[in-house]
């Protein structure tokens, strides 16, 4: 059995639509990060960083870092449609996006979310938030003018498309990504559509 640490809303939510659609069996304890006291102290004990998810493997050792955990999973479940098979046309493509949305636009929100962990002048800390704020914007940008759709690999819906669906959830929220980005926004309403992540979609988004 694997246990999924995390927070409802946040990239935790990425690797409990892996499991769910995986087809592991797993269970999930849900922490509050934002406030001093037993369940933050336990996820400092897990992950020094107290960054979320962190995944307990069946073993009991623990795994942090969420594009190695989802792929831990594709590892675990190659048939469950979470990647290409290694060797497949669109192998390259998947391992490129992968690492660019952990590597070039989760930071802006690790350094964006709050400035103060970083800057010590508020005016520091604006331009901190508006900077990153920024550059995800193009960043996504250059995702939409990249793919063609229906999903980020085309034809082939993948893990690559649970980012998406999570991530459109946070700034600069979905409206945006509708105006300046359909072709994301149709992947997260796919994935939204999708009936064996409506239990994680409950958890994470209970609102949307």
Same mark, same amino acid.
Request: proline share 6%; with cysteine.
């Given at each position: 059995m694997f246990r999924l640490i995390g927070n409802p809303g946040t990239g935790s939510a990425i690797v409990e639509a892996a499991l769910a659609l995986s087809g592991l069996p797993y269970e999930t304890e849900m922490l509050d990060l934002w406030q001093p006291g037993p369940e933050r102290d336990r996820l400092f004990q897990l992950n020094p960083l107290g960054q979320v998810p962190v995944l307990? !493997?069946?073993?009991? &050792?623990?795994?942090?870092?969420?594009? @190695?955990?989802?792929?831990?999973?594709? %590892?675990?479940?190659? %048939?469950?449609g979470l990647a290409p098979k290694p060797g497949s046309a669109t192998r390259p493509a998947f391992l490129r996006w992968l690492i660019f949305l952990v590597a070039s636009i989760y930071p802006t929100f690790t350094y964006g979310d709050d400035?103060?962990?970083? =800057?010590?002048? $508020?005016?520091?800390?604006?331009? !901190?938030?508006?900077?990153? %704020?920024?550059?995800? $914007?193009?960043?996504?940008? $250059?995702?939409e003018t990249s793919i063609a759709g229906p999903w980020m690999l085309g034809s082939e819906r993948?893990?690559?498309?649970?980012? =998406?669906?999570?991530? =459109? *959830?946070?700034?600069?929220?979905?409206?945006?990504?509708? &105006?300046?980005?359909?072709?994301? @926004? $149709?992947?997260?309403?796919?994935?939204?559509?999708?009936?064996?992540?409506?239990? =994680?979609? @409950?958890? *994470?988004w209970p609102a949307a």
């Open positions: 307990i !493997l069946p073993d009991g &050792s623990v795994m942090t870092e969420s594009a @190695a955990m989802v792929l831990h999973i594709i %590892d675990l479940a190659p %048939d469950a400035p103060s962990r970083y =800057v010590n002048e $508020q005016e520091g800390r604006d331009e !901190l938030r508006a900077v990153t %704020d920024a550059e995800r $914007q193009r960043a996504w940008r $250059q995702i993948s893990a690559l498309d649970l980012y =998406v669906w999570a991530m =459109v *959830n946070w700034r600069p929220r979905r409206d945006w990504f509708r &105006s300046y980005c359909p072709r994301l @926004a $149709q992947i997260a309403d796919a994935v939204d559509a999708e009936p064996r992540l409506a239990a =994680v979609k @409950a958890e *994470n």
